[in-house]
């Protein structure tokens, strides 16, 4: 099975610079996605990372450490747009995606 | 347009009505999926197919049903519902595998069983 800790909820302010981390223990480990779901609406694609190292993508960076079973989502110059949930989603060896219960962000101006 | 959609959005039935909740993908995409998310909870995923004709079972399939006749198409069918799968279900689908590839969802289905 798999097993996937991240912070419920995290305040930032308009501007600045949020971490969103996620550990996790997986048995067979081939990558791990983030998804972004604003309230109400469909989780949708962010990142995907398969080796260790920093992947960056515009405003959002994510970081992988296989070893270490740890990832983050950084985004950078936060919008109140961003407010939205966060989904770490580990993928195993038995073509099996399974998300984390999500960080709520919250952005205030 | 590239997507998926489901229908209906939303459903409000009783214990025991059989019900379908259609999903369809119009980007020829293989692999195809069904979540669903509960407060507290996050995401768990239902039943996952690979290809036509080929199912598997995610984390929660039971009480639940699913069929591959078409690419396009992965249907959910609740034979008996209960008031326990009241929740808000996300269908999904992918080029290929999960495995190096996005998923996009669908839009969702809110289902309450009274």
């Known amino acids: 099975g798999q097993n996937i800790d991240q912070p419920t909820e995290m305040t930032a302010t308009e501007g600045a610079i949020v971490q969103i981390n996620c550990t996790y223990q997986?048995?067979?480990?081939?990558?791990l996605f983030w998804y972004q779901q604003h309230a109400g609406e469909a989780p949708t694609f962010l990142s995907y990372n398969v080796l260790d190292g920093l992947e960056e993508k515009g405003r959002f960076s994510s970081f992988l450490s296989r070893s270490k079973g740890y990832s983050y989502l950084l985004l950078k110059e936060l919008q109140m747009k961003d407010s939205a949930s966060y989904l770490c989603a580990p993928y195993n060896a038995g073509n099996m995606l399974t998300f984390g219960g999500g960080t709520r962000l919250m952005v205030k101006p | 347009e590239a997507q998926v959609t489901q229908n209906p959005r939303y459903l409000i039935t009783v214990t025991g009505k059989k019900l379908t909740v259609t999903c369809s993908q119009n980007m020829n995409h293989e692999y195809m999926s069904w979540y669903r998310q509960d407060p507290g909870l996050g995401l768990r995923q239902i039943y996952y197919?690979?290809?036509?004709?080929?199912?598997d079972k995610g984390d929660v399939p039971e009480g639940y049903k699913v069929s591959r006749k078409e690419k396009r198409n992965f249907p959910l069918i609740l034979e008996s519902p209960s008031p326990n799968q009241t929740s808000l279900y996300f269908c999904?689908?992918?080029?290929?595998?999960?495995?190096?590839?996005?998923?996009?969802f669908g839009p969702g289905t809110r289902l309450t069983v009274l």
């Open positions: 197919s690979m290809n036509v004709e080929v199912t």
């Open positions: 999904a689908s992918s080029l290929e595998w999960v495995r190096d590839n996005e998923q996009f």
């Open positions: 997986t048995s067979g480990f081939n990558g």
